[in-house]
C-alpha cells in the first residue's frame, strides 16, 4: 500500500509500448530509454521534478530533472526490466514498479501530481500492444524473451524468430537464407551487442560466417527486427538488419545446463519425385549441451554473465560409396579404388586415402562468451563482453550421386570468429548524455587438409561394372583423390574495427541527437584453385600415342573392366587426358592474386527529435557516409587500351582492350542520407495512430564481390596445360608429378599462356543504397485489446549492381525475336547440333563451331560490375494481434510483395552473377521480379502459458506460414544466343500451333509429333500461354504455394532446491507433415549456376534457312524438385532439457 506522506500520482497515464526509436549505438541499438512528461495537478508542467528510475534486478538508477515543459529522458537502459520508476518534488515521493522496456524502446511513462492517490502496475509490452508509442515511426518488429522462450527454433538461431515479421521470409530454408522487402539475403546485417557478427565477406546466404549463429541463443535477452528504422545510427544495410542485445548479470546468481538432442529417428521420411515412395532419412546425430552463469561480483555495483556451448553434428557424413557397401551405391568398383590406392603408393610414393569415414568426423562448434557491466555510479556505466566461436566441419569433397573420392581429398572447415566489445554510457546533465563504443572482430576460415598433393581424378563414362543393381543409375562418374583443387591454397580472414561516439541533448520540445562512427574492415582472402596441379585419366582410344600392355582398346564398346583397366593403366603411366596448373604471370608471384584490402568508413551524423505536442512527434536528420580504400588492384594496361572493333563480314575478331581501368574501387565515395519520421497519436478513447518516414540508407555489398577485382585483374596468374579448355591435346605424353612443388608448367604451341580473366568495377559504382518509405495506420478495437494494422512500404533502389561480359564480342546476327545471337556460323549450322542437343565441333562442317565469336582473343571473361538504379519493392501488410493478456497472445498478418531487380546476385564470384540470370539478352538493364520475392505471405504467432500444477508453467507456442513459391524462369537447355552461357536463355514461344515460326527437330510435312508435345506443355501452363508470340518473362512463374507449422511445447517442473526449476520441451519442425506426409512439402524448381531458377523442355539446335529457329523438345518438362536435402520438407523434433537454478 502506498503511504499517504509520500507524493499521490494519479493513473500515470502509462503509455507503456515498445517503439522503434533507437538510441546511440555503434550503429545499430543495444540500448533503451524511458521517458515522460510530468503534470501537476492543474496541468500545467511540473518542472525541476527528480526522476528515478531503479533497474530492480541490478540496481542500477538513473536520476533526470523534469525540465521547463515538464519532460525527462533517461537513456542507455538495459532492455527488459523490471524497472521502478520514484518521481520526487518538495519532498513528497511516489513510487511505480513493474516497468519493462524493450531493445530501442523508449518508453512513455507520464503522470499527474498531485490527483487523489490510485495504484498503478505497469506490465510494459504484456498489458498493452507494442504498437503504440510517439517514437513509433518505421517498420519493425521487437522479439522479447519471453517469444524466445516460448516460440520454435530447431535451427536455435535469430533467423527463425526474425520471421514473426510480417516483411521477413526464409526464402530458402536449406540454406538458412532469409529475405527483407524481397531484396538479396546478402544485405542483410545481423549484430549482437551493436557487433556485425554475420558474414561480412559475402559467401554463406544464410548471413552466418558459421554453421551456426555465433552466440548461443540461450545467451540473448531480447531482439529487434529493423525493416525501415529512420533514426540516423542506422547503417551497413539496405534489406533488414536483425539487432539481438546479450544477457547480463543481476544481483541475484542464476544459472541454467542444458541438452538438446535431434537424431534421424526424430525426423519424418523423405519423398523420392521419381516414383512416388518414400525412404529413411540418412542417420545422424545433433546435440547441443551447454550452461548460463550470472549473478554480481559487487553487489549493485559489477556483475557478470557467462554461457559456453559445445554443438556436435554427424549430418555432414557421406550417404554415397562404392559398389558393395552400406552407402548408397555409385557405379564405382572396390576393384578400381584398391587398384589406385596401390599405384599411388607403390609407383609414386603417395597416400591416396580410403573411403572409410572417421568415426569423429563431426561438426564441432564451440561458443564461449563472458560479459561484465559495471554501474561505476548513478552517471556512468559500463559493459565489457568477449564472444568466441570455433568450428571444424568435415568436408567430403568430391562425393556424389555421381563420384567418390578418397579421404586425402577431404578436409575440415575450421573456422573462427571472436568479437570484443566496451561501452560507456554517461549522463553529464539531465539533458545530456553520451555513449562511447569501441569493438573489434576478428574472423579466420582455413582448411585443415588431409594431403599436400596435386588434385586426381580418374573419370569414368558408359555401362556400370558388371553385377552392378540395377538401381544404381549408369552416369559419368569420378573417382578422386589428392588435394580438392579449391584448396590449394584457400584462406580468408577479416578484421573489423568499429568506434562510435553519441550525443543526445535534451533542448525542451527538441531532443538532438549527433555524433560520428568509423569502422575499418581488412580483408585477406587467397583463393588459388590448381597451384598444386589438377590431372584427369580416362579411357583413351588406341593409337600411336595411346598404347596399352593389354593390347588396343575402342572405349564405347570396350567392358567395363576393360575401360577400369585403360585408366589405370594411364594413371600407373603418368599420362593424363587433361592437365592444368594455376602459376604466377611474368614478373609478379602469387601473392600479387590475394585480395588485400581495408575498406574503412567515416560516418557522421545529427537528428532532431521534436515533440511538436503530445500527439505529434517530427523527426528529421541526415547521415554521412565517406568510403575510403587506400589499395588498389593490379593495373592491366592491355584492359586500358582503346577496343578495335571486328568486323561480322568477315569474321575478324576484336582486338585491343575495353578503355576500362581496372583498379576502380570505392575510394572517395561519399553519400549524405536524409531521413525523416512523424508519428500522430489521435485524441480517441481507444489508441489509434498514424506513423511513418522516408528516408535514404547505404548499405554494403558483399565484400567479396569488391575483393574480386584483387584476385583477378588478369596479370597476376595464368593457367597452362593440355587437353582442357583451348589449350592442345596432352597426347599420351606422361607429364604426371605427384610433387605439388614440381608441376610442368612450359609447354609449346597452342598450350601456351591462355587468355584470362579480368573483374572490374565501373566507374561510378557505389557501395548499394536505397531509399524506403513507409505509412501505417494502428487502431485498438473495441474487443479484448485487439489491435488492427494496416501498413505499405516502399523501396527503391537508389545504387545497385548488376554484371556486364565485356568480351562477348559483337553479334553475328539476330534471331527471329530479336535477341542477339554470337556464334560462328557453325553454331546456326543444323547439321553441327546433335538429336541430344549437343553441339558437334569435328568434321568439316562443324570444326569452326565457337560462342562468342568475335570475342578478343587477348582476354577470357572481361566481367564489369556496372551500376544500376532499378528495383525496388512494394509491399502492403494487413495484420490483427492481441497483445499478451492472461496468458495468451497472438498476432497474424497478411503481406502483398512485388518486388523487382536487374540482377539477383546469387554468388561470390563475378561470372557467376553474370550467368545467374535468365535473359533475353545476356548485358541488358532490366527490371524483372525479384528472385527472393514471396508475393503473398500469411504469418500467425501464438504463445500461450498458463501454472496448471502449482507455479510450474505451461507453454506453448506455435507459428504458422502460408506463402506463395518462387519464382522462376522458362529457359531453353542449352545456349541458344551462343554467349557461352547454357541454361540461361529465355524461351520464345510461337504465336500458335502450326505458325511456322519455329522449326521442331524430328517433325516432317504430315508428322508435327514434337510440335504437338511442345503445345502440351504451353497450353497446361498459363504463363507459357499467354507469353505466345513473344519470349517469356524472367521469374514471371511461381513454385507452388507451401504451409508450414512449427510449434514448441514446454513444462516447468519441480526442481532439486528451492526456487530452482527443470524445463523440458519439444520443438516440433513442420508438424503438418507429421499427421500427413503430404503436408509442409516445398516443391520447387531447383537452382541451377546459369539462369538461377530456371526450368525447360527445350533445346536449341539451330537454324533454319529462314532464320527460324530450330527446337528439340524434350521427353519430359524439368520437374519441380522437393526439397528436402536437410529436411526442411518433412517433420523434425528436438528434445530440450534444462535446468535453472
Not at 584398391?338 to 591416396?352: P, R, T
Not at 566441419?393 to 571472436?418: H, M, R, V
Not at 504469418?939 to 507459428?959: E, L, P
Request: hydrophobic share 35%.
Amino acid at each position: 500500500m502506498i503511504k499517504h506522506n509520500r507524493m499521490q500520482v494519479t493513473k500515470l497515464a502509462l503509455a507503456l509500448s515498445i517503439a522503434l526509436a533507437t538510441l546511440p549505438a555503434m550503429a545499430q541499438n543495444t540500448t533503451s530509454a524511458i521517458g515522460g512528461r510530468i503534470s501537476a495537478a492543474d496541468g500545467k508542467p511540473a518542472s525541476g521534478a527528480t526522476v528515478s528510475i531503479v533497474h530492480a534486478e541490478s540496481g542500477s538508477v538513473s536520476n533526470v530533472v523534469t525540465d521547463g515543459e515538464g519532460r525527462y529522458v533517461a537513456r542507455g537502459l538495459r532492455s527488459g526490466g523490471p524497472y521502478t520508476i520514484i518521481v520526487t518534488k518538495d519532498g513528497i515521493t511516489e513510487k511505480r514498479e513493474g516497468v519493462f522496456i524493450q531493445l530501442a524502446e523508449t518508453a512513455s511513462v507520464d503522470a499527474t501530481l498531485g490527483a487523489p492517490m490510485q495504484s498503478v502496475t505497469i506490465a510494459g509490452s504484456v498489458a498493452r500492444s507494442d504498437k503504440f508509442s510517439k517514437s513509433s515511426m518505421g517498420a519493425g518488429t521487437n522479439i522479447g524473451s519471453a517469444e524466445i522462450a516460448t516460440q520454435a527454433s530447431i535451427q536455435r538461431n535469430l533467423q527463425d524468430y526474425a520471421r514473426a515479421d510480417p516483411r521477413v521470409a526464409q526464402t530458402d530454408k536449406e540454406r538458412g537464407e532469409i529475405s527483407v522487402a524481397g531484396q538479396n539475403s546478402r544485405y542483410n546485417s545481423l549484430t549482437i551487442d551493436g557487433v556485425a557478427v554475420n558474414d561480412t565477406f559475402g559467401l554463406e546466404s544464410n548471413g552466418s560466417p558459421t554453421a551456426k549463429q555465433p552466440i548461443s541463443i540461450e545467451a540473448i535477452q531480447t531482439v529487434q527486427v529493423n525493416v525501415a528504422n529512420y533514426d540516423v545510427t542506422q547503417k551497413g544495410y539496405t534489406g533488414g538488419n536483425i539487432n539481438a542485445v546479450t544477457k547480463s548479470g543481476t544481483n541475484t546468481v542464476k544459472g541454467s545446463l542444458y541438452y538438446v538432442f535431434r537424431n534421424d529417428k526424430m525426423s519424418g521420411d523423405r519423398f523420392n519425385n521419381a516414383n512416388d515412395s518414400y525412404y529413411a532419412p540418412p542417420s545422424s546425430k545433433d546435440t547441443t549441451a551447454g550452461f548460463t552463469l550470472g549473478g554480481p561480483l559487487i553487489q549493485d555495483k559489477l556483475f557478470i554473465f557467462a554461457n559456453y556451448e559445445k554443438l556436435e553434428s554427424s549430418r555432414s557424413a557421406p550417404a554415397f560409396g562404392p559398389l558393395g557397401s552400406s552407402l548408397t551405391n555409385v557405379g564405382i568398383s572396390p576393384s578400381l579404388i584398391s587398384a589406385a590406392q596401390g599405384i599411388a603408393k607403390n609407383q609414386y610414393g603417395i597416400d591416396a586415402g580410403t573411403t572409410d569415414v572417421p568415426s569423429g568426423a563431426k561438426l564441432n562448434v564451440e561458443d564461449a562468451l563472458v560479459k561484465v557491466d559495471w554501474n561505476i555510479n548513478d552517471d556512468h556505466r559500463a559493459m565489457f563482453r568477449y564472444a568466441k566461436t570455433s568450428q571444424s566441419e568435415p568436408q567430403f569433397a568430391g562425393i556424389s550421386a555421381t563420384g567418390l573420392s578418397l579421404n586425402s581429398q577431404w578436409y575440415a572447415q575450421d573456422k573462427t570468429i571472436e568479437t570484443f566489445v566496451a561501452q560507456l554510457t554517461s549522463d553529464w546533465s539531465p539533458n545530456f548524455s553520451t555513449e562511447f563504443k569501441l569493438s573489434q572482430r576478428d574472423y579466420d576460415s582455413v582448411p585443415t587438409l588431409n594431403s599436400r598433393l596435386p588434385a586426381i581424378s580418374l573419370s569414368m563414362t558408359g555401362r556400370n561394372p558388371d553385377g552392378t543393381p540395377a538401381t544404381v543409375p549408369t552416369t559419368n562418374r569420378s573417382l578422386g583423390f589428392g588435394t580438392d583443387s579449391s584448396r590449394h591454397r584457400n584462406i580468408l580472414a577479416t578484421k573489423t574495427d568499429d568506434v562510435y561516439l553519441g550525443a543526445n541533448w535534451g533542448l525542451g520540445d527538441h531532443e538532438v541527437k549527433f555524433g560520428t562512427d568509423y569502422s575499418n574492415n581488412t580483408i585477406f582472402n587467397a583463393f588459388q584453385q590448381n597451384i598444386y596441379g589438377n590431372y584427369s585419366f580416362n579411357c583413351q582410344n588406341s593409337s600411336a600415342a595411346w598404347t596399352y600392355s593389354f593390347g588396343a582398346i575402342t572405349c564405347a564398346s570396350a567392358t567395363p573392366a576393360q575401360v577400369e583397366q585403360a585408366i589405370l593403366e594411364n594413371f600407373a603411366k603418368g599420362r593424363p587426358n587433361s592437365y592444368q596448373v594455376q602459376v604466377a604471370a611474368p614478373g609478379v608471384n602469387l601473392n600479387d592474386a590475394v585480395a588485400n584490402f581495408s575498406l574503412k568508413n567515416y560516418g557522421a551524423f545529427v537528428q532532431d527529435t521534436w515533440t511538436i505536442s503530445p500527439r505529434l512527434t517530427v523527426s528529421a536528420g541526415v547521415r554521412l557516409d565517406a568510403a575510403r580504400i587506400s589499395d588498389r588492384p593490379l593495373r592491366n594496361n592491355a584492359v586500358a587500351a582503346p577496343k578495335i572493333e571486328g568486323n561480322v563480314a568477315t569474321g575478324l575478331r576484336e582486338k585491343g582492350g575495353y578503355g576500362m581501368d581496372n583498379t576502380n574501387t570505392f575510394d572517395g565515395q561519399n553519400l549524405i542520407q536524409p531521413r525523416f519520421g512523424i508519428n500522430y497519436n489521435f485524441d480517441t478513447a481507444r489508441k489509434m495512430q498514424i506513423r511513418g518516414g522516408a528516408g535514404l540508407f547505404q548499405g554494403n555489398a558483399a565484400a567479396v564481390w569488391l575483393s574480386n577485382p584483387f584476385s583477378n585483374p588478369g596479370v597476376a596468374t595464368t593457367t597452362v596445360g593440355c587437353g582442357t579448355g583451348n589449350f592442345a591435346a596432352c597426347g599420351g605424353a606422361s607429364i604426371f608429378n605427384a610433387n605439388p612443388d614440381q608441376q610442368k608448367t612450359s609447354f609449346g604451341g597452342s598450350a601456351a599462356m591462355p587468355a584470362a580473366n579480368v573483374d572490374i568495377l565501373a566507374q561510378g559504382l557505389r557501395q548499394p543504397s536505397v531509399w524506403k518509405a513507409n505509412i501505417a495506420f494502428d487502431m485498438e478495437l473495441p474487443w479484448y485489446g485487439l489491435v488492427f494494422g494496416a501498413e505499405y512500404l516502399h523501396v527503391k533502389s537508389k545504387d545497385a549492381i548488376f554484371y556486364q561480359n565485356l568480351n562477348l564480342g559483337a553479334a553475328t546476327r539476330q534471331g527471329s525475336d530479336g535477341r542477339s545471337l554470337y556464334y560462328t556460323s557453325q553454331g546456326y549450322n543444323a547439321a553441327c547440333w546433335s538429336a541430344t542437343g549437343n553441339s558437334i565441333t569435328s568434321g568439316p562442317a562443324c570444326a569452326g563451331f565457337r560462342t562468342k565469336a568475335l570475342s578478343n582473343e587477348s582476354f577470357a571473361n572481361v566481367l564489369l560490375a556496372q551500376k544500376t538504379d532499378q528495383g525496388g519493392s512494394g509491399m502492403a501488410t494487413l495484420s490483427l494481434s492481441r497483445p499478451m493478456t492472461s496468458g495468451l497472445g497472438w498476432s497474424m498478418a497478411y503481406t502483398y510483395t512485388d518486388s523487382k531487380e536487374v540482377s539477383p546476385l546469387t554468388s561470390s564470384t563475378s561470372n557467376s552473377n553474370f550467368t545467374g540470370r535468365s535473359i533475353f539478352n545476356p548485358n541488358e538493364e532490366v527490371n524483372a521480379n525479384s528472385s527472393y520475392l514471396v508475393k503473398n505471405r500469411v504469418n500467425a504467432i501464438v504463445n500461450f502459458q498458463k501454472s496448471f500444477f502449482g507455479a510450474y508453467k505451461t507453454r506453448f507456442g506455435m507459428f504458422y506460414e502460408g506463402r506463395s513459391g518462387k519464382p522462376y524462369s522458362w529457359t531453353v537447355n542449352n545456349d541458344l544466343n551462343g554467349d557461352g552461357s547454357g541454361g540461361n536463355d529465355l524461351m520464345y514461344i510461337p504465336s500458335a500451333p502450326g505458325s511456322g515460326q519455329v522449326v521442331f527437330q524430328g517433325d516432317t510435312a504430315t508428322s508435327h509429333t514434337n510440335e504437338d508435345k511442345f503445345w502440351g506443355v504451353v497450353n497446361s501452363n498459363s504463363v507459357l500461354k499467354n507469353a505466345a508470340g513473344g519470349v517469356v518473362g524472367r521469374n514471371t512463374d511461381f513454385s507452388p504455394w507451401s504451409n508450414s507449422f512449427d510449434m514448441r511445447i514446454a513444462q516447468e517442473l519441480p526442481g532439486l532446491f528451492a526456487k530452482n526449476k527443470a524445463v523440458f520441451s519439444l520443438d516440433f519442425f513442420n508438424f503438418g507433415n507429421l499427421l500427413n506426409k503430404k503436408w509442409g512439402r516445398i516443391n520447387e524448381v531447383g537452382f541451377q549456376g546459369a539462369g538461377a531458377q530456371a526450368r525447360s523442355f527445350v533445346d536449341y539446335v539451330g537454324l533454319d534457312a529462314n532464320g527460324k529457329y530450330i527446337y528439340k523438345v524434350r521427353d519430359n518438362v524439368e520437374s519441380l524438385d522437393v526439397r528436402q536435402t536437410k529436411g526442411e520438407s518433412q517433420w523434425a523434433i528436438q528434445a530440450t532439457v534444462k535446468y535453472e537454478f
